[in-house]
């Protein structure tokens, strides 16, 4: 996740670069960077916001009609100087921002170093624009033509935009699974991964689909054609958008763009980690250490909040499916028990912002004690991934929401891929289900799609229970985390008292506050559990309670005693929750919507909690 701008025209670039990257910033904002044609080429970068780049160029030439800006958010390479792009070729001549991932940058940098291409960042960047160079010096082609040939080698995404020092007329851009957007104005023309940088200047844009490559010359003409080099004739769109509502791509709140983002961000979980019909999953940092962690003889999970309910589904799936025992943590409580820990343990630490103050020091505690760490995290280059002795991103992308919702799905089948790795390795899966579910692992965003399209209904009812003063949720299983999570959701964002159970525990303690004002939310798609569940809901009936009912598609007993029904696609039993807590996020969702509450800032809560 990056953010990109770039011009080319009659006007200052720079100013309009910065400006645009601070509107992109939502999209990382660990570096930044820009290059700058003016007779020379000026390349600026700096680890930091886009204000320590602009203090940074402050007292440079800035100069320039053409240029190219970069907003970083770190995956290949740490954050810092050098890691910042734009990225230059090993002749100086061609820089490059990018705003995705290149997979198979390793062969490719391999190949190139074996040609005597030299590298000084980590990132997969720098190795495309290399790439590119080493195409264009071979057969002496136009940049456009180098650009393309290089992007029928690289496996990935990419948004990227070029510029050739030696042809400053122009401006190459090409577009797969990463966004970008070409700004037609008078004379001048503009890309950006959104409209938000480009909207002030002109309405006209076009948004570039994906394997297209577009010119854009300094006369403000352009042309695009596909990757296969034929000429296409561009949808060129009139903008009616506020700036305000771009900046959270066209959603009312970045808590609702983040649920929405989880088809996505759930695939870039996986991206060349797995392969269903090749039957391998390949988690970097786990490989490293997989000995340590095949023979552990204990998994001790610690983290806080949603992430600690991540971390509850990950002691299900370990369990059943690679027969490792689990211990799951609050890392506040961890930190001071004393526990006993040993160097035979493996902790994994779960973490969205990968800052947060318990768990950065739990795991501290377990380092010293000699256990192997191993965090699952969002944000790249953070404390609690530096701490980790290995680990695995979830690349879910920044995630601005408080509530956390794409990060618990990406920690989930990060988590997912690791047990079922583990189970693969220790021999305790058999081939057939391991195979089953991978194949049911890349159907899931597909079936998140469905799901989202339940949302006017789950809307429905969130106007039916919004004015309760206290909710329940309950589920068996691996819904039972999930429950948890439908709980947090809606205490956090709505304010109403909810409590998370397991479905048959209720009858211990909260049955005797079930009453007609009571909303029951029941998580009951298991298979496993089904005639239980069942059982569970008609206790609730009986005392008037008001069910609320996630079923899996084409139900029919719970339906029909349920009050509320909402249906999501079938999956196999440990994937349930990667489908089962999407609803659960929209119906907090809409439910704090309609009670005025700010959705993406609720009072008192932090994105990221740096003090215990
Ligand atoms: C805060 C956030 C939650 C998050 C928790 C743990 O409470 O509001 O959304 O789940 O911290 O944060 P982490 O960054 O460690 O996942």
Same mark, same amino acid.
């Given at each position: 996740?990056?953010?990109?701008?770039?011009?080319?025209?009659?006007?200052?670039?720079?100013p309009?670069?910065?400006?645009?990257?601070?509107?992109?910033?939502?999209?990382?904002?660990?570096?930044a960077?820009?290059?700058?044609?003016n007779?020379?080429?000026?390349?600026?970068?700096?680890?930091?916001?886009?204000?320590?780049?602009?203090?940074?160029?402050?007292?440079?030439?800035?100069?320039?009609?053409?240029?190219?800006?970069?907003?970083?958010?770190?995956?290949?390479?740490?954050?810092?100087?050098?890691?910042a792009?734009?990225?230059?070729?090993?002749?100086?001549?061609?820089?490059?921002?990018?705003?995705?991932?290149?997979?198979?940058?390793?062969?490719?940098?391999?190949?190139?170093?074996?040609?005597?291409?030299?590298?000084?960042s980590?990132?997969?960047?720098e190795?495309?624009?290399?790439?590119?160079?080493?195409?264009?010096?071979?057969?002496?082609?136009?940049?456009?033509?180098?650009?393309?040939?290089?992007?029928?080698?690289?496996?990935?995404?990419?948004?990227?935009?070029?510029?050739?020092?030696?042809?400053?007329n122009?401006?190459?851009?090409a577009?797969k699974?990463?966004?970008?957007?070409?700004?037609?104005?008078?004379?001048?023309?503009?890309?950006?991964?959104?409209?938000?940088?480009?909207?002030e200047?002109?309405?006209?844009?076009?948004?570039?689909?994906?394997?297209?490559?577009?010119?854009?010359?300094?006369?403000?003409?352009?042309?695009?054609?596909?990757?296969?080099?034929?000429?296409?004739?561009?949808?060129?769109q009139?903008l009616?958008?506020?700036?305000?509502?771009?900046?959270?791509?066209?959603?009312?709140?970045?808590?609702?763009?983040?649920?929405?983002?989880?088809?996505?961000?759930?695939?870039d979980?996986?991206?060349?980690?797995?392969?269903?019909?090749?039957?391998?999953?390949r988690?970097?940092?786990l490989?490293?250490?997989?000995?340590?962690?095949?023979?552990?003889?204990?998994?001790?999970?610690?983290?806080?909040?949603?992430?600690?309910?991540?971390?509850?589904?990950?002691?299900?799936?370990?369990?059943?499916?690679?027969?490792?025992?689990?211990?799951?943590?609050?890392?506040?409580?961890?930190?001071?028990?004393?526990?006993?820990?040993?160097?035979k343990?493996?902790?994994?630490?779960?973490?969205q912002?990968?800052?947060?103050?318990?768990?950065?020091?739990?795991?501290?505690l377990?380092?010293?004690?000699?256990? @192997?760490?191993? +965090?699952?995290?969002?944000? &790249?280059?953070?404390?609690? %991934?530096?701490?980790?002795?290995?680990?695995s /991103? *979830? #690349?879910?992308?920044?995630?601005?929401?408080?509530?956390?919702?794409?990060?618990?799905?990406?920690?989930?089948?990060?988590?997912?891929?690791?047990?079922?790795?583990?189970?693969?390795?220790?021999?305790?899966?058999?081939?057939?289900?391991?195979h089953?579910?991978?194949?049911?692992?890349?159907?899931i965003?597909?079936?998140?799609?469905?799901?989202?399209?339940?949302?006017?209904?789950?809307e429905?009812?969130?106007?039916?229970?919004?004015?309760?003063?206290?909710?329940?949720? @309950?589920?068996? +299983?691996?819904?039972?985390? &999930?429950?948890?999570?439908? %709980?947090?959701?809606?205490?956090?964002?709505? /304010? *109403? #008292?909810?409590?998370?159970?397991?479905?048959?525990?209720?009858?211990?303690?909260?049955?005797?506050?079930?009453d007609?004002?009571?909303?029951?939310?029941?998580?009951?798609?298991?298979?496993?559990?089904?005639?239980?569940?069942?059982?569970?809901?008609?206790?609730?009936k009986?005392?008037?309670?008001?069910?609320?009912?996630?079923?899996?598609?084409?139900?029919?007993?719970?339906?029909?005693?349920?009050?509320?029904?909402?249906?999501?696609?079938?999956?196999?039993?440990?994937?349930?929750?990667?489908?089962?807590?999407?609803?659960?996020?929209?119906?907090?969702y809409?439910?704090?919507?309609?009670?005025g509450?700010?959705?993406?800032?609720?009072?008192?809560?932090?994105?990221?909690?740096?003090?215990?």
């Amino acid at each position: 996740m990056c953010g990109i701008v770039a011009y080319i025209g009659t006007q200052e670039a720079y100013p309009i670069i910065i400006k645009g990257l601070q509107r992109l910033e939502y999209r990382g904002y660990d570096s930044a960077g820009v290059a700058l044609m003016n007779g020379t080429l000026n390349v600026y970068k700096r680890k930091g916001k886009v204000q320590d780049l602009l203090d940074f160029a402050d007292d440079k030439s800035t100069k320039g009609n053409v240029g190219i800006g970069h907003t970083r958010w770190a995956t290949h390479g740490k954050p810092d100087d050098l890691n910042a792009h734009p990225h230059v070729s090993s002749n100086g001549r061609l820089t490059l921002v990018h705003n995705g991932i290149i997979e198979n940058y390793e062969p490719l940098k391999k190949a190139l170093q074996k040609d005597g291409y030299t590298f000084s960042s980590e990132t997969d960047t720098e190795v495309l624009i290399n790439l590119i160079q080493s195409i264009q010096d071979h057969d002496d082609l136009s940049l456009e033509e180098a650009v393309r040939i290089a992007l029928t080698k690289v496996n990935g995404a990419y948004a990227i935009v070029v510029l050739d020092k030696n042809d400053p007329n122009k401006l190459v851009a090409a577009r797969k699974a990463s966004p970008l957007v070409l700004g037609i104005g008078e004379d001048e023309l503009f890309f950006a991964s959104d409209a938000t940088p480009i909207i002030e200047y002109t309405k006209k844009v076009v948004y570039l689909n994906d394997l297209e490559i577009a010119v854009a010359n300094r006369n403000g003409e352009f042309e695009i054609r596909t990757i296969d080099n034929s000429l296409t004739t561009p949808y060129v769109q009139e903008l009616e958008m506020e700036i305000e509502r771009i900046e959270k791509g066209g959603y009312d709140y970045f808590m609702l763009k983040e649920i929405h983002e989880q088809p996505k961000t759930i695939c870039d979980a996986m991206r060349g980690r797995m392969n269903a019909s090749e039957g391998w999953i390949r988690l970097g940092g786990l490989e490293e250490h997989s000995n340590r962690l095949v023979n552990a003889d204990r998994i001790i999970i610690a983290a806080c909040g949603t992430s600690w309910h991540s971390g509850l589904i990950a002691e299900y799936l370990f369990e059943e499916l690679a027969r490792m025992p689990v211990e799951v943590e609050y890392a506040s409580e961890l930190r001071y028990r004393n526990p006993v820990i040993t160097e035979k343990d493996v902790v994994i630490a779960v973490s969205q912002s990968g800052e947060t103050a318990d768990t950065l020091a739990a795991i501290e505690l377990a380092d010293e004690k000699g256990a @192997l760490i191993y +965090g699952i995290v969002n944000v &790249v280059g953070s404390s609690i %991934a530096r701490a980790s002795d290995a680990g695995s /991103y *979830i #690349h879910a992308g920044p995630e601005i929401g408080v509530a956390s919702t794409k990060a618990f799905t990406g920690q989930v089948t990060v988590l997912t891929l690791m047990a079922l790795n583990l189970a693969f390795k220790r021999g305790k899966i058999s081939k057939t289900y391991y195979h089953q579910l991978l194949t049911e692992m890349e159907a899931i965003p597909g079936k998140i799609e469905k799901i989202l399209k339940s949302n006017s209904k789950i809307e429905y009812i969130a106007g039916e229970i919004k004015d309760s003063t206290n909710a329940l949720y @309950l589920g068996r +299983g691996y819904n039972f985390p &999930v429950a948890l999570e439908g %709980a947090l959701k809606l205490k956090e964002i709505s /304010y *109403i #008292h909810a409590e998370g159970y397991p479905a048959a525990e209720m009858k211990h303690g909260p049955i005797a506050l079930i009453d007609e004002n009571m909303p029951v939310v029941v998580i009951a798609t298991n298979q496993s559990a089904y005639e239980k569940i069942v059982s569970n809901v008609q206790e609730v009936k009986a005392r008037n309670g008001k069910v609320i009912a996630v079923v899996t598609e084409g139900e029919k007993i719970i339906s029909q005693m349920a009050d509320y029904t909402i249906e999501i696609p079938e999956t196999l039993e440990p994937l349930t929750p990667l489908l089962s807590v999407i609803p659960m996020q929209l119906l907090s969702y809409h439910i704090a919507l309609m009670r005025g509450c700010n959705v993406d800032q609720p009072r008192n809560l932090a994105k990221s909690v740096t003090v215990e």
